[in-house]
T-cell receptor, first 111, second 117 residues
Framework: QKEVEQDPGPLSVPEGAIVSLNCTYS??????FMWYRQYSRKGPELLMY????GNKEDGRFTAQVDKSSKYISLFIRDSQPSDSATYLC???????????FGGGTRVLVKP | DTGVSQNPRHKITKRGQNVTFRCDPI?????LYWYRQTLGQGPEFLTY????????KSRLLSDRFSAERPKGSFSTLEIQRTEQGDSAMYLC???????????????FGPGTRLTVL
């Protein structure tokens, strides 16, 4: 079993819909929970992160972490075609050096 | 452009050949990472450097793989006797390292796509 699991999708939504993405993980030592966005044939770019449990909002994006259930979520409000990409969750230990990526969820926002 | 750069962007080689990739990190970053990403999967950690010292290597980094960062600036990743299973995107990232109260954000380059025929 992989340390970090994501549904690969694809997840297809109409423009303006809310996109809901999630990850589960198994390592209790993870403290920071990153979400990366990756466009086709590009490197991942950091969208946002949360520390420990809780919510964090950044514009149209909201990240949630529930450490008790080892469950991570990302919500995208008012989705745009430019949000079409693969979204990768990547937890990391405090002071760690190795990002442990999920397999990514491919999102397609249709105009 | 002051981001992470990687060269070449694409490499096609025949099985058994050696290949070398280069990564130039963001100039003030002392940490440099290599990841490998196969189609439909997330990146997998290979190794990382702090300055010129290679401090951690994944078990994915077989004896055919070697990485260097001779002067603590750019890094090279060499694969000897390539196999078809080596076909992947090789991603480089750099960071400042952990500072008190600040996340060790890793900034990724565009990757080198390797195809082994």
């Amino acid at each position: 079993q992989k340390e970090v699991e994501q549904d690969p999708g694809p997840l297809s939504v109409p423009e303006g819909a809310i996109v809901s993405l999630n990850c589960t993980y198994s390592n209790s030592a993870f403290q920071y929970f990153m979400w990366y966005r990756q466009y086709s044939r590009k490197g991942p770019e950091l969208l946002m992160y949360t520390y420990s449990s809780g919510n964090k909002e950044d514009g149209r994006f909201t990240a949630q972490v529930d450490k008790s259930s080892k469950y991570i979520s990302l919500f995208i409000r008012d989705s745009q075609p430019s949000d079409s990409a693969t979204y990768l969750c990547a937890p990391i230990k405090a002071a760690g050096n190795k990002l442990t990526f999920g397999g990514g969820t491919r999102v397609l926002v249709k105009p | 452009d002051t981001g992470v750069s990687q060269n070449p962007r694409h490499k096609i080689t025949k099985r058994g050949q050696n290949v070398t990739f280069r990564c130039d990190p963001i100039s003030e970053h002392n940490r440099l990472y290599w990841y490998r990403q196969t189609l439909g999967q997330g990146p997998e950690f290979l190794t990382y450097f702090q300055n010129e010292a290679q401090l951690e290597k994944s078990r994915l980094l077989s004896d055919r793989f070697s990485a260097e960062r001779p002067k603590g600036s750019f890094s090279t990743l060499e694969i000897q006797r390539t196999e078809q299973g080596d076909s992947a995107m090789y991603l480089c990232a750099s960071s400042e390292g952990w500072l008190s109260g600040r996340l060790n954000e890793q900034f990724f380059g565009p990757g080198t796509r390797l195809t082994v025929l």
